[in-house]
C-alpha cells in the first residue's frame, strides 16, 4: 500500500500583499472556516497560498498584480511578501516569498529611482535562490498535482485530452490479450493485427476497404462503356439470309451476263442503290451540321484562352514592377544610411586635420635649469629633451596622418556605394519603364481579343451543306429508270451487288465483337461479386474491430469510475454511423457536470480529489470558495479551508 504523504497549512502571514496590509491567519488541522463580506480577502488565501509555493497565481501568471495599489498606484518601499508555516507528514517547514524592489542611484542624481522588482525566497529562515525554492517545492508536490488537488473545481476546468490523460494514469489500461480471451473472434482479431497497433490496423482495414470500393465503383462504369462500345446488335440471322440472296442475286447476274431475260428481271436494283445513296447523304449532312457547330465553340475556347494568358504575362509584368519598386525602397533607404555615414566621416576626418595642426603646432617647452641644484644643464642634456620631444611630436603627426588617410580611403567607399546604388536604382527604373510599356502593349493585344458571340448558323451559306443537299434532293426527287440489259449495267449492278455484300459481311462481324464483349461484361460482374464478397469481410471484420474497441471502452469505464463514489465519466461519444469518438465529460447521476447545480459539481470536485489523492499518495488543503452555496460536502482526509460569504464587515476566522 502506498504511503501517504500529507501536506497541512499551518499558518499564513500576508504582508503588503494584494491590498492586505499586514495579516496572519491561523489553521486548523481539519477544518478552517474564513468568513466576511465581499471583497475582504477571503479568496486572497488560496491566492497567496499559490504564489508562496509556485510564485504564480491561479490562471499560472507570474507574480501577477501581488503588490498592494493605493489610490491605483503600486505601494512602493514596502516589504510584499507570504510567510506560511507548513506540517509535512507532521514535520514543520517555514518557508517565505518575497517581491522586493531594486532601487538604485543613478550617477549625478541625488534621489533613488525605482528600476523593477526581484524575488528572495526563505526556507526555515534560511535565504534561498529562486531556483533552489523551486526545486524544493517540486519535491514535497508537483505543481500540477497540487492545482487538482487543491481546488474542487480546477479538474473539470482542464481540457478534456489532460482530463482523459489522468483518468487512465488512475485506473490503467486494459490489454488487448486480455479481452482476447473473452470471444474467438476477438483472438482472430489480434491474430490478424500481428502485433500491430489497432489503430494502424484500421487505417490498413479501411485503406484496403477505400480501395476495394473504388474498384467496385469502376465496375458498373465499365460495364455501362463496354455495353455503350459494343455494337448494335442486328438480325444476323436475317443478314446471312440477305447475304444468300445477293449470292444468289450475284449468280444470276452472273448467269444474266448472258442471258437477256435475266437482267430485265433485275431492273429494279436501281432503286435500291438510288435508297442506299440518299441514307449516305443525310448522314453527311448530319456529320456537316455536327462540325459547323464545333468551330463557333472552338472559337469562343480559343479567344478566351487567348485573353486569358494575356491577363497572365500582364500579372506577370505588374510583379517585376512591384519587386523593382521595393528594390528601389531598399536602395534608398541605404543611400540615406550611407549619407549618414559620410557625414560622421566628415566629422571625424576634420577632427583630425585639427588634431594634426594642434599637435604641429606644439614647441618643446622643457627647462634648462636643474630641478634639484638650480645651475645652468649641459647643452648636451637640453638638445637630447629637445630631440626625444620632436621625435615622439613626429609620431604622433605619422599617426594621425595615417589615420587620415584611412579615413579618407573609407570616405570614398562610402561614396563609390552611394554611386552603385545610385546606378541600381537607374536601372530598376529602367526596368520599370518597360515592365509599364509591356503592359500597356499586351493590354492592347488583350482588349483587341473578341470572343465571338454564339449565333444560330445558316447552314445553307456552308458550301458543302449546300452541294450535298442539293444531290439529296435531286436524288429524292429522281425516277428509277429501268436497267438497260446491256453486258455494261449488268456489270454495274454486279459491283453494287458486291459492295452490299461487303458492308453485309463487315456488319456481320458485330457478331464476333458483341460476343467478346458480352464475356467481359460476365469477367466484370463476377469480379464485382467478388470485390464485394471482400467489402463484406472487411466490413465484418470493421464491425468485430467496433465491437472490441466497445468491449474495451465499457471496461475501462468501468475500471475509471469505479474509482469515485458519485461522479462518472464518459469517455467516448459515438458518431451517428457507431464509430467511437474519444471525450471526457464527467457525469453527476448521469447529468453533465456543466449541468449540476453548484453543490454538486463541489462535491464531484472532492470526490475527483479523493481518488486523485490516493493515486499520488498526498494529501493537501483544499480550498472551497462559496462553501455557503453547499449543505454537506463529501467525506475527505484533506485539510478543508471553507470560504463563507456572511454579512460580517471583517473576517472571521473559526
Known amino acids: 500500500m502506498k504511503t501517504m504523504k500529507t501536506i497541512q497549512l499551518q499558518q499564513l502571514t500576508l504582508t503588503n500583499f494584494k491590498g492586505e496590509r499586514q495579516r496572519t491567519t491561523v489553521f486548523r488541522p481539519d477544518i478552517t472556516t474564513i468568513c466576511g463580506g465581499n471583497g475582504l480577502g477571503k479568496s486572497r488565501h488560496f491566492d497567496a497560498f499559490l504564489w508562496l509555493l509556485f510564485g504564480k497565481d491561479a490562471q499560472d501568471r507570474k507574480d501577477y498584480e501581488v503588490k498592494t495599489r493605493i489610490n491605483g498606484k503600486e505601494l512602493h518601499q514596502a516589504e510584499c511578501s507570504v510567510e506560511g508555516i507548513l506540517l509535512i507528514n507532521g514535520g514543520q517547514l517555514r518557508i517565505k516569498r518575497v517581491l522586493a524592489e531594486d532601487w538604485v542611484k543613478?550617477?549625478?542624481?541625488?534621489?533613488?529611482?525605482y528600476k523593477g522588482n526581484h524575488t528572495d525566497c526563505f526556507w526555515n529562515d534560511a535565504p534561498v535562490k529562486v531556483g533552489e525554492y523551486d526545486k524544493r517545492i517540486r519535491e514535497i508536490i508537483d505543481p500540477c498535482v497540487f492545482k487538482m488537488i487543491t481546488n474542487p473545481l480546477f479538474f473539470a476546468t482542464m481540457d478534456w485530452k489532460l482530463q482523459r490523460e489522468q483518468l487512465f494514469r488512475l485506473a490503467g489500461t486494459v490489454s488487448d490479450e486480455e479481452l482476447a480471451t473473452r470471444k474467438p473472434e476477438y483472438q482472430a482479431l489480434l491474430d490478424a493485427i500481428s502485433n500491430k497497433p489497432m489503430k494502424d490496423f484500421k487505417a490498413e482495414t479501411a485503406a484496403t476497404k477505400r480501395r476495394l470500393k473504388a474498384e467496385l465503383e469502376q465496375i458498373q462504369p465499365r460495364i455501362d462503356q463496354t455495353r455503350k462500345m459494343m455494337p448494335e446488335a442486328e438480325d444476323f440471322t436475317a443478314i446471312e439470309t440477305r447475304l444468300a440472296e445477293l449470292d444468289k442475286e450475284t449468280a444470276d447476274i452472273d448467269a444474266a451476263l448472258s442471258d437477256f431475260a435475266v437482267a430485265t428481271r433485275k431492273a429494279n436494283a436501281a432503286a435500291l442503290e438510288r435508297m442506299r445513296k440518299i441514307q449516305l447523304l443525310r448522314l453527311d449532312l448530319r456529320q456537316i451540321i455536327y462540325q459547323a457547330e464545333k468551330s463557333g465553340i472552338d472559337a469562343q475556347t480559343n479567344a478566351r484562352r487567348e485573353r486569358d494568358e494575356k491577363e497572365r504575362q500582364i500579372n506577370g509584368r505588374r510583379a517585376d514592377i512591384s519587386r523593382y519598386e521595393q528594390n528601389i525602397t531598399r536602395n534608398r533607404a541605404d543611400i540615406v544610411n550611407l549619407q549618414t555615414s559620410?557625414?560622421?566621416?566628415?566629422?571625424?576626418?576634420?577632427?583630425?586635420?585639427?588634431?594634426?595642426?594642434?599637435?604641429?603646432?606644439?614647441?618643446?617647452?622643457?627647462?634648462?635649469?636643474?630641478?634639484?641644484?638650480?645651475?645652468?644643464?649641459?647643452?648636451?642634456?637640453?638638445?637630447?629633451?629637445?630631440?626625444?620631444?620632436?621625435?615622439?611630436?613626429?609620431?604622433?603627426?605619422?599617426?594621425?596622418?595615417?589615420?587620415?588617410?584611412?579615413?579618407?580611403?573609407?570616405?570614398?567607399?562610402?561614396?563609390?556605394?552611394?554611386?552603385?546604388?545610385?546606378?541600381s536604382i537607374a536601372d530598376n527604373n529602367k526596368d520599370i519603364a518597360a515592365a509599364k510599356a509591356d503592359i500597356m502593349q499586351i493590354e492592347a493585344e488583350r482588349d483587341a481579343i473578341t470572343i465571338p458571340e454564339t449565333e444560330k448558323i445558316d447552314y445553307d451559306t456552308i458550301p458543302e451543306y449546300a452541294e450535298t443537299k442539293t444531290r439529296l434532293a435531286a436524288l429524292e426527287s429522281g425516277t428509277d429508270a429501268p436497267i438497260s440489259a446491256d453486258n455494261a449495267e449488268l456489270k454495274d449492278r454486279r459491283k453494287a451487288l458486291e459492295t452490299e455484300i461487303a458492308d453485309l459481311r463487315t456488319r456481320l462481324q458485330k457478331r464476333d465483337y458483341i460476343a467478346r464483349a458480352e464475356?467481359?461484361?460476365?469477367?466484370?460482374?463476377?469480379?464485382?461479386?467478388?470485390?464485394?464478397?471482400?467489402?463484406?469481410?472487411?466490413?465484418?471484420?470493421?464491425?468485430?474491430?467496433?465491437?472490441?474497441?466497445?468491449?474495451?471502452?465499457?471496461?475501462?469505464?468501468?475500471?475509471?469510475?469505479?474509482?469515485?463514489?458519485?461522479?462518472?465519466?464518459?469517455?467516448?461519444?459515438?458518431?451517428?454511423?457507431?464509430?467511437?469518438?474519444?471525450?471526457?465529460?464527467?457525469?453527476?447521476?448521469?447529468?453533465?457536470?456543466?449541468?449540476?447545480?453548484?453543490?454538486?459539481?463541489?462535491?464531484?470536485?472532492?470526490?475527483?480529489?479523493?481518488?486523485?489523492?490516493?493515486?499520488?499518495?498526498?494529501?493537501?488543503?483544499?480550498?472551497?470558495d462559496n462553501r455557503e452555496s453547499v449543505n454537506n460536502i463529501i467525506p475527505t482526509d484533506s485539510q478543508l479551508v471553507c470560504l463563507v460569504v456572511t454579512n460580517d464587515s471583517e473576517l472571521i476566522i473559526k
Open 106 to 113: 543613478p550617477r549625478g542624481q541625488a534621489e533613488l529611482v
Open 519 to 624: 464475356r467481359e461484361i460476365t469477367d466484370l460482374e463476377a469480379r464485382g461479386r467478388e470485390l464485394a464478397q471482400q467489402i463484406a469481410d472487411i466490413e465484418q471484420r470493421e464491425f468485430v474491430m467496433a465491437e472490441f474497441t466497445k468491449t474495451k471502452i465499457t471496461e475501462c469505464e468501468q475500471r475509471i469510475n469505479h474509482l469515485f463514489t458519485m461522479v462518472t465519466f464518459r469517455l467516448f461519444d459515438y458518431t451517428l454511423d457507431g464509430n467511437p469518438v474519444e471525450t471526457c465529460i464527467p457525469l453527476i447521476d448521469g447529468v453533465p457536470y456543466g449541468a449540476a447545480n453548484s453543490a454538486a459539481r463541489l462535491n464531484a470536485g472532492v470526490d475527483i480529489i479523493n481518488a486523485l489523492c490516493g493515486y499520488y499518495g498526498i494529501t493537501a488543503p483544499i480550498f472551497i
Open 342 to 423: 559620410i557625414a560622421t566621416q566628415k566629422k571625424h576626418v576634420q577632427d583630425l586635420r585639427e588634431q594634426w595642426f594642434t599637435t604641429n603646432a606644439t614647441e618643446y617647452d622643457g627647462s634648462n635649469v636643474c630641478p634639484h641644484c638650480g645651475q645652468q644643464l649641459p647643452e648636451e642634456m637640453i638638445a637630447r629633451g629637445r630631440e626625444a620631444f620632436n621625435e615622439a611630436k613626429n609620431q604622433r603627426l605619422a599617426k594621425i596622418t595615417a589615420a587620415g588617410k584611412e579615413a579618407n580611403a573609407e570616405l570614398e567607399t562610402l561614396r563609390t556605394s552611394i554611386r552603385t546604388i545610385e546606378d
